[in-house]
């Protein structure tokens, strides 16, 4: 308690100097916001304890910085959120009072004080009791003007506030005055920014209430007055589209559909194309169910504008539109005329010399949306020749160079999916080398995994396992077409070569191939016979790359393809390679800098273990054999990696995956092998592991003593601290393999760390960090502060 008084004395009363991080502010609000709603208990004692409660009604009254009064207004608003302690400021405190008298208005009142202020009312309106006292104290009126404030936080925090009070009082209170006045603004107010956000307020109190529509037609005429407006208007603007997609969100929700198919021929007629679209795309985009009438029609009239406009602004804003719907609104019949539509406007860029050919993220937008709308359609069939027709064009436009890798992917994808629709509906003795289109798919394919450009090889990469993955749910008397194609054109010499590349992400993509199409058995055995490959080759292959691969997410792909392997037992993983894949395990999990390498190992330690214990016979279970699968597993590191992987110095998420394997295994050695093991108190030894200093060696207090640890903190070189992290007790890096293993003997066996008592507590972490965030502020503020500290 002591420590949340210094720092609330320190926000609400006294000055940071400049150089203090003012995000630690910011961390300090969102903890106190997320202890509010998580661990009531916690926040009462922090409330009432450690004094907030009457600190803040002094800070409001002080008149004094504005940090200061943002930090009241934003602790009132962390806590005014929860209804018990908002009826506590009700009763007990000055707090509400002094709030209702802090003025906001004027252009001389800072604006971040206006925001926190705006912030604090939004979550007051979280519970019944604040949006009483809200509405009874007329807030609205008084916060309405910040719609106009210079600042454009401040307005958008006025019409967060706004569009919620709305939406939870206007079906109580239909013809309040509050409702007219935002109406009234939008229909008439003469500053078009004004009307804007009284547009977005109201959109926004639609979205929370769709009923809401009702109210605003037959009360105040709402649609009316906008078709008015609209009709009235000779330009394509900004506001006509906020006023046609308000319109368009009010005949939605009451389903008037017929009547906005007249509007949307009314835009089309008038020549207003921005607005047209948006208004499609606002249909479209509606959560509910529309008539089929109004579905195709937005659907066609976006197909249209892409087809046949000039504009890319208007071209680009279609496409964008159909990508956000295809996926919600789209069925077979509109999708076969999208297809066309799209497969027309692809074709005018497979000529590199054409406008649209240069337009490199129109391209990619359209190709997407060309492969999420034969997503739909291909599930229900195309006919054999149009699959060819659209096949021979997504290959002729791949050698586009003004393609973005994106573009490249969403074609190849769409490619796949067309060869292998058209490989699906072809007679049993199909052969893929005799399909020109097919033929050109594996050019493609060669040509990508060769380019120039590391994203182009990735993007070939990603969707090359789609090839296999299907395959593999067809009769095995039709894979042989499929392996003979991949054969002729050496595609997969193509991929393995990829493993050898000098960019890091290749290699990645590459491991995660290899993780996906070498379970597939004749695959593996393509790869066996072409390349003379062995089951060790690719086992090595992986554990090299998981130990000395020098880019992490090589190192992360590399282990989840030895993860998935080992649960299928791929080419002997585990049954063959249980030492060495153990040992690289163990090498991963002690010596990687990257944590989410250190969580895939244990996982996959996990698994090993599993079965292990799988494969011990059921009729002879029981304490004797589970110790000797736990003596082979020390054997190949186990002790020693949960050792490292809880000691205090380690990642917390580490360590909760160390606990959650260790807790596992307890229950299972409890369950099924008669083993009770009764967890101890003794855990000094993970304090061994980490190699760390007692918290007295290495704690500086005095300010000679933190300005000579800053300094020593810029001397120290990036190898020197890559060598410290490296190995844990230190000395120096080792110069192979096995020198590094060497320095892992000695330490708990699993069976001493079964018998200890493990605590890894979310709540406790989270404590910790709220500790770490106060000691930087109070530290921060000290005299002796040095802006060198923060480095």
């Avoid at 916001?33 to 450690?50: L, P, Y």
């Avoid at 019944?128 to 008084?142: A, D, I």
């Avoid at 479209?284 to 249209?304: D, V």
């Avoid at 539509?341 to 050919?357: M, T």
């Amino acid at each position: 308690a002591s420590k949340w008084r210094s720092v609330f004395d320190l926000l609400l009363f006294r000055e940071l100097r400049d150089d203090v991080d003012d995000t630690l502010v910011q961390k300090l609000i969102s903890c106190l916001d997320s202890m509010v709603i998580e661990n009531r208990e916690h926040a009462e004692g922090i409330w009432k304890d450690a004094g907030l409660r009457e600190q803040i009604p002094r800070a409001f009254g002080t008149g004094g910085r504005a940090a200061s009064t943002v930090f009241a207004l934003r602790a009132t608003g962390a806590f005014g959120q929860d209804e018990n302690f908002f009826r506590d400021m009700q009763a007990g405190t000055q707090i509400l009072h002094r709030l209702l008298h802090l003025e906001i208005a004027g252009p001389t009142r800072d604006s971040s004080v206006k925001a926190a202020y705006l912030r604090t009312l939004f979550n007051i309106l979280s519970h019944r009791t604040g949006n009483t006292w809200v509405m009874e104290q007329g807030l609205f009126s008084k916060t309405f003007p910040c719609l106009q404030d210079c600042s454009i936080f401040v307005q958008n925090a006025a019409e967060k506030f706004l569009a919620r009070f709305l939406s939870l009082n206007i079906l109580v209170d239909p013809g309040a005055a509050e409702v007219s006045t935002v109406v009234d603004s939008v229909c008439y107010h003469k500053d078009i920014n004004q009307s804007k956000r009284c547009l977005r307020i109201i959109k926004g109190v639609l979205d929370d209430s769709p009923e809401v529509a009702d109210v605003l037609c037959s009360q105040f005429q709402l649609d009316v007055k906008l078709e008015e407006l609209l009709k009235e208007s000779e330009t394509d603007s900004a506001n006509d589209i906020c006023l046609s997609e308000l319109l368009c969100r009010l005949r939605c929700a009451r389903e008037e559909w017929d009547m906005q198919i007249d509007t949307m021929k009314l835009l089309e007629n008038g020549g207003k194309t921005a607005t047209l679209i948006r208004t499609a795309a606002t249909v479209l985009q509606y959560p509910q169910t529309l008539s089929p009438e109004i579905n195709e029609t937005c659907f066609k009239t976006l197909g249209t504008v892409v087809l046949r406009h000039a504009k890319p602004s208007f071209v680009s804003s279609a496409l964008c539109a159909l990508r956000e719907s295809i996926a919600l609104k789209c069925d077979k019949d509109i999708g076969e005329h999208l297809l066309e539509c799209l497969s027309a406007f692809l074709s005018l860029a497979v000529d590199e010399s054409s406008y649209w050919a240069k337009q490199s993220r129109i391209l990619a937008v359209a190709c997407e949306c060309f492969g999420l709308t034969l997503t739909i359609v291909e599930g229900a069939g195309l006919e054999l020749s149009v699959s060819e027709r659209y096949l021979s064009m997504t290959l002729r436009l791949l050698p586009n160079t003004n393609l973005s890798c994106h573009g490249i992917k969403e074609l190849l994808s769409a490619s796949v999916a067309l060869a292998l629709g058209i490989f699906s509906r072809c007679q049993q003795d199909f052969c893929w080398s005799s399909s020109p289109g097919l033929v050109q798919l594996a050019t493609v394919f060669q040509r990508c995994l060769v380019y120039t450009d590391p994203e182009v090889i990735e993007t070939a990469l990603e969707v090359f396992p789609q090839l296999a993955a299907t395959q593999e749910f067809l009769p095995a008397s039709r894979h042989c077409t499929f392996t003979k194609w991949l054969e002729d054109n050496f595609l997969l010499r193509f991929v393995w070569d990829t493993t050898r590349s000098m960019h890091g992400n290749v290699r990645a993509s590459a491991a995660v191939v290899l993780g996906q199409v070498c379970p597939c058995e004749y695959v593996w055995r393509h790869f066996r016979d072409t390349l003379q490959l062995t089951e060790s080759d690719a086992i090595h292959l992986m554990t090299t790359m998981v130990v000395t691969d020098p880019n992490v997410f090589a190192r992360r792909s590399a282990m989840a393809a030895l993860s998935s392997w080992v649960v299928r037992d791929t080419f002997g993983a585990y049954s063959r390679n249980a030492t060495s894949l153990r040992r690289t395990l163990l090498e991963s999990v002690a010596f990687d800098l990257d944590s989410s390498v250190q969580r895939m190992g244990l996982h996959t330690w996990g698994t090993c273990l599993e079965l292990d214990l799988n494969n011990v016979d059921p009729r002879s279970r029981n304490p004797h054999t589970a110790t000797e699968v736990l003596k082979r597993a020390d054997a190949d590191g186990l002790g020693i990696a949960l050792g490292r992987s809880l000691a205090p110095d380690s990642d917390h998420e580490v360590r909760i995956e160390a606990f959650g394997l260790v807790e596992r295994l307890r229950k299972r050695l409890r369950l099924e092998f008669q083993m009770d093991i009764g967890p101890t108190i003794d855990t000094s030894f993970f304090r061994h592991m980490s190699g760390l200093l007692e918290p007295e060696e290495h704690v500086a207090s005095s300010a000679e003593e933190r300005s000579k640890g800053a300094d020593e903190v810029l001397d120290k070189t990036i190898s020197d601290w890559l060598q410290q992290k490296l190995i844990a007790r230190g000395d120096t890096l080792p110069s192979s393999r096995e020198d590094r293993l060497a320095t892992l003997n000695g330490g708990a066996t699993v069976m001493e760390i079964l018998e200890m008592k493990l605590e890894v507590c979310k709540e406790d972490c989270q404590w910790k960090r709220i500790d770490s965030i106060i000691d930087d502020i109070l530290n921060a503020a000290a005299t002796e502060h040095r802006a060198q500290d923060c480095y």
